[in-house]
């Protein structure tokens, strides 16, 4: 018999369009002799839509560019969407999105609710994973090496920017990198080299979240591995981003397409091993599940500091997390199925 998967896509957070990337690339690459699809496609309201026309997946994989087309498609709720579906009996939801609202432990939050196994982190390490504050704080306590970092909330700093900024160069100084705590895909985030741009980075990133993040700037390498599996994760070679600018920033991940990636990244066996067991600590540190990938930052003297994990990292076939288990020796219909399994037994565990 099939396995029904419902597979939902878009979102409401600024990494919509990744997202729809996404369930393009997985719903061409699932197979339809095994599994029974049923996209569901979250607007930028956050409605949750499906009807014929996003049905039938690889003949109407085209809908799915544009999302939503007037017409044939319901737009409900999500929970006469995900109730009535859930009654008919998916067995697996595939929550292919990203950022606030979908990678953050909310969507999971409701299917485990409607106890519906899904892929990837549970409620925890998405939503400690969606907070970069709470997740430095996690792996601070885990021993692990980062950046020296500091964050504001908007009220504390709106109508104290001055001050807020003597602060921040005293403990944090230039270059400095400031994001919204919770976002991904490099949206939001400036890098700061003096006091005028330090104002404007703020002004930028308050503009995503009420909470901000400034981080010590430095110069490095930027190494990520993928990690994938329930209580004992599997980590996959390293890959190496080389941005062509200043930073690997929303441009370069998604429209330019000309960063280059290394794979494997060049390493001796001992950084190797030394960012595979960092992996390892931090997806136990936030008791991850499922998969993540790890990005870390490897100095000229050979230090390796630990960036962020991603709950729900880019995953089209040309992104780093499937191409890292590519060069590992898994590709992406066998890793998108690994995923699956995944739900499947850490669902059946908690029973
Ligand atoms: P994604 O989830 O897509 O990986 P993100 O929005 O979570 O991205 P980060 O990975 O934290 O953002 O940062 C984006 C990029 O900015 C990094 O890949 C790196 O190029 C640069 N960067 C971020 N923080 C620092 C830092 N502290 N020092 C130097 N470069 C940094
Ligand atoms: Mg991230
Ligand atoms: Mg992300
Ligand atoms: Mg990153």
């Not at 490897?298 to 960036?307: E, Q, R, S, V």
Request: aromatic share 10%; proline share 4%; net charge negative.
């Amino acid at each position: 018999m099939k396995i029904r998967l419902g597979l939902l896509y878009g979102g409401k957070s600024a990494e919509h369009k990744v997202s729809m990337q996404t369930a393009l690339a997985v719903i061409k690459a699932l197979d339809a002799s095994k599994f029974d699809i049923h996209p569901i496609y979250i607007n930028e309201e956050g409605q949750w839509i499906k009807g014929p026309q996003l049905e039938g997946p690889v003949d109407s994989v085209k809908q799915l560019e544009f999302g939503a087309n007037e017409g044939a498609i319901e737009a409900t709720g999500f929970n006469s969407i995900v109730a009535q579906d859930s009654s008919e009996g998916f067995d697996v939801v595939f929550p292919l999105l990203h950022g606030p609202n979908g990678e953050d432990g909310t969507v999971q939050g409701l299917l485990e609710l409607l106890n519906i196994p899904y892929v990837g982190n549970g409620v925890l390490a998405s939503s400690a994973g969606m907070d970069k504050v709470i997740m430095k704080n996690i792996f601070a306590q885990a021993g692990l090496t980062q950046v020296g970092y500091s964050s504001y909330l908007r009220s504390e700093y709106t109508g104290n920017e001055e001050a807020v900024c003597d602060e921040v160069e005293k403990e944090i100084g230039y270059p400095c990198f400031v994001k919204p705590a919770n976002l991904g895909s490099s949206v939001g985030i400036s890098k700061a080299d003096n006091r005028e741009e330090l104002l404007a980075a703020f002004a930028e990133a308050f503009q995503f979240d009420r909470k901000v993040i400034i981080e010590e700037g430095v110069k490095a390498r930027e190494v990520e591995l993928g990690v994938i599996g329930n209580d004992h994760p599997e980590v996959s070679v390293a890959g190496e981003i080389i941005p062509k600018k200043d930073f690997y920033d929303y441009k370069a991940k998604y429209e330019d397409g000309d960063t280059a990636l290394v794979i494997p990244a060049e390493l001796t066996e001992e950084e190797y091993a030394n960012l595979k067991e960092m992996a390892v600590k931090a997806y136990k540190a936030l008791d991850c599940s499922g998969l993540v990938r790890a990005d870390f930052f490897l100095t000229g003297d050979g230090k390796a500091y630990i960036n962020e994990v991603n709950t729900m990292p880019g995953f089209t076939p040309f992104s780093m997390f499937p191409l890292l288990w590519k060069h590992t020796g898994v590709d992406y219909p066998e890793l998108i199925e690994k995923l699956i399994q995944l739900a499947l037994d850490r669902h059946a565990e908690k029973q």
